[in-house]
Structure formats: C-alpha cells, structure tokens
C-alpha cells in the first residue's frame, strides 16, 4: 500500500527532553513537510523539505530540528527548547509544489 | 486577520440536511485544497481545485477565484460526516489553513 506513516501515535516525553518523530512515505515524493496543530489554530509549518539532503524552515521551526538523508524520511526532533510541545504533530509529502498528502499524525504530551 | 477564513467555526446538523461550509481568503494561490479531519486526528484529502467545481459522491466543492471564496457542500448529510473539514490554500510550495469547521451530524 502506498502513503505516508507516522509512529508512533501517541507520544509522552519528559520535561528537559529530546524527542524524535518517525515520518516515512513510500509515494516516491520529493518534498515532505512538518506540521503542528494546536487547539482552536490551523496548521502551521515546521520545517519542508524540497529533496534530500535540502531543508528548509517554515513558519514555527524554533525548538525543532529535521534531517533528510533518505528519500522516503523526514524525522523531526523537538528539543528541550521549544518550550510549548504538547501538540498534534502531521507529517505530509508531495510532488513539489502540488497536493500534499497527510499521514496520520502523532500526539505529543509532555509531561 | 487570517488570510484564510472559514465560516462557520461549528455547525450541528440533522441527518438528511444539506451543508455549506465556506472559505474566503485574501493571497494569491494556485489551488484550494478541502480536507476532513476525523477524531483520531489522520487528515483525508476530499478536493483540490484550481476552478469551478467538482462532485465526489454527496460532496460538492466550488470555487470562484475572482472572489477568493470556495465553499464545501454535503448533500443528505448523515453521522458519519461529522468531523473537522479544513480549507488549505496552496501557493507557490506552501499551504495555508483554515482554522476548520467543526461538523456534528446528529441521527
């Protein structure tokens, strides 16, 4: 089956700790993207990632960092910086520049 | 103010009813993107347009560029339908999003 999927679903990280969320797509896409939602917001971009080995910050990448070193994965790290986590993270990948396609995200609670 | 507006935030429905959910936004674009969010939180992607209109079983999505406005229409409108429906305005490479309409159906 081909699409985009995230592990794991739900996610609970300590206080003061480093994090990493899976993010893989076997649709053969270029670009793929980090989002986080929060309650009552729209998405907002983390990081995209136009092809691999290239990266680039979106609107909220404080806190985050992202890697892409295979075609097929996108990890994102939340940091012990980014002082507010706890959010509802969707990973996406696309041909550039045309309809993303959403995998079924993971809940972060810190704790 | 959002450059991407959507209207209503909640909207409760009996089964049967017909729905409209709109989308206005200010930005140049190059396609609108409507998706449904469930409880679980995975996104489903339900239209992209670029133009006019298009029909995918009970749903119907229209666009008019001219006036920047798209709206989401559900025909006989029934529980299962109740979830988050999401305008998202692509431009150059990235998205923009509603907030979301929140849709109860209620049997």
């Known amino acids: 089956d081909g699409g985009i999927t995230q592990s794991p679903k739900y996610l609970f990280r300590k206080e003061g700790q480093n994090v990493t969320l899976s993010c893989e797509q076997n649709?053969?896409?270029?670009?793929m993207y980090w989002y986080r939602q929060d309650p009552g917001q729209g998405l907002r971009l983390i990081y995209y990632?136009?092809?691999?080995?290239?990266?680039q910050k979106g609107d909220i990448a404080e806190g985050y960092s992202v890697s892409r070193e295979k075609k097929e994965s996108f990890p994102l790290t939340v940091t012990s910086a980014q002082k507010n986590p706890t959010a509802f993270y969707l990973c996406?990948?696309?041909?550039?520049?045309?309809?993303?396609?959403f995998g079924p995200g993971t809940r972060l609670l810190v704790l | 103010k959002n450059e991407v507006e959507q209207s209503p935030q909640n909207l409760t429905a009996q089964e049967g009813e017909f729905i409209t959910i709109n989308c206005s936004y200010s930005?140049?674009?190059?396609?609108l993107h409507w998706l449904q969010q469930h409880p679980g939180g995975g996104i489903v992607s339900l239209f992209m347009?670029?133009?006019g209109k298009k029909k995918h079983g009970r749903l119907i999505a229209t666009i008019n560029i001219q006036e920047k406005h798209s709206s989401l229409h559900i025909t006989a409108s029934h529980p299962r339908d109740s979830a988050v429906y999401i305008c998202?305005?692509?431009?150059?490479?990235?998205?923009?999003f509603g907030t979301g309409t929140r849709l109860k159906v209620l049997a």
């Open positions: 998202a305005v692509l431009g150059t490479y990235k998205y923009i």
């Open positions: 649709l053969n896409h270029d670009a």
């Open positions: 990632s136009q092809i691999v080995n290239d990266f």
């Open positions: 996406a990948s696309s041909p550039w520049g045309e309809t993303q396609y």
């Open positions: 347009l670029s133009s």
């Open positions: 930005v140049g674009i190059s396609a």
